[in-house]
């Protein structure tokens, strides 16, 4: 038996695997020999799409931590009782001491069953006010199915953000309050080592799946004004629906926390049906040493160039 495993294999590539991958390499790069394997062509693919994507996975490079996208994970092999490594579909093998596999979860919806409510695919179904097919038991959270805001369709949504608030409306509807759940987004964010990424709504890539035609800008931007030193890069993709041109998805790669927030202003622009024209007047709050100058506002960058591509269309 290893006690101090050294080669480590992630299975999956989302952002679980990227934020324990990080926090190993960090915590010791001369101990850890770190290799993430990912079935889909990018690294946090419910996040990013693969333009999006490809910098962070160079970044990963950079740091250490090697990462095989487009490759599956067919077989765990073991020695004399302990894991030694993996076999991929491709036929090559990894060595390895440790494996971690983090590729998705099932609700537990056994108790529920029990007693006989309504499941649908993604968990135990629910109204808008958290009331289960026995309207005297309600539930929230993980093991039920949620509504996709965008898409109104059925969504897992097994994010902390929607289980806390479907509890706090749970609460309210008990308390007499007629609130409704709006569905979910599925807005989120993660740090990998000094990168932070942050997405919301739906990818290019699944708006695409859903039927949708889109409009997408991708703008290069700045912690800081121009002139202010300690200044870092960041990156910001918004998704438009061509028909009704209402933002449906935004993905942020930064080296920086704070421009990573500016997700929860286009979390707010797609609940508000904002279109891409409403989004070339915002104004975010300016301060050279906090924020990229105001003309050079992202969001409202973005917007811009979405607007020219449609007079092109």
């Known amino acids: 038996m290893i006690l101090s495993p050294q080669k480590l294999v992630f299975i999956g590539a989302g952002f679980i695997s990227m934020e324990i991958a990080s926090l190993l390499m960090a915590a010791g790069s001369d101990r850890y020999d770190i290799t993430v394997v990912e079935l889909f062509n990018r690294v946090l693919p419910l996040m990013l799409d693969k333009d999006m994507a490809d910098s962070v ?12 996208t487009g490759e599956m994970v067919q077989k765990i092999l073991g020695r004399d009782g302990t894991v030694a490594g993996v076999e991929l579909r491709s036929g090559k093998k990894l060595d390895a001491d440790m494996v971690f596999i983090s590729v ?4 537990n919806i056994e108790l529920a069953q029990d007693i006989g409510l309504e499941i649908g695919k993604y968990g135990i179904k629910v109204n808008e006010f ?22 109104r369709k059925p969504d897992p ?10 509890g706090r409306l749970a609460a309210k509807r008990l308390a007499g309050y007629d609130i409704e759940f709006p569905g979910v987004i599925n807005a989120g964010g993660c740090r990998i080592f000094d990168l932070v990424v942050s997405a ?13 035609e889109t409009v997408c ?5 700045r912690s800081k004004h121009g002139m202010i030193s300690g200044m870092k890069p960041w990156r910001i993709k918004l998704v438009f629906d061509k028909k009704t041109q209402k933002v449906i998805g935004g993905q942020i790669v930064s080296h920086e926390i704070a421009p990573a927030r500016e997700i929860d202003a286009v979390s707010a ?3 508000g049906g904002k279109t891409i024209s409403d989004l070339t007047t915002f104004t975010s709050a300016c301060n050279p040493d906090i924020s990229s100058e105001p003309s050079l506002e992202p969001i409202t960058i973005a917007a811009e160039h979405a607007l020219q591509q449609l007079r092109k269309m």
Do not use: H, W
Request: a negative charge; aromatic letters at 6%; charged letters at 25%.
């Open 57 to 68: 996975k160079e970044y990963l490079g950079g740091k250490g931590i090697k990462v095989l």
């Open 200 to 212: 919301t709504g739906l990818t290019e890539e699944a708006a695409s799946k859903e039927g949708f």
């Open 217 to 221: 800008a991708t703008v290069d931007s």
């Open 104 to 107: 998705g979860v099932r609700p």
């Open 130 to 151: 958290q009331e289960t097919s026995d309207p005297d038991i309600l539930a929230g959270g993980d093991c039920v199915e949620k509504v996709n805001f965008i898409t």
């Open 157 to 166: 949504g097994r994010l902390r953000g929607p289980a806390v608030m479907q």
């Open 269 to 271: 622009f797609i609940l």
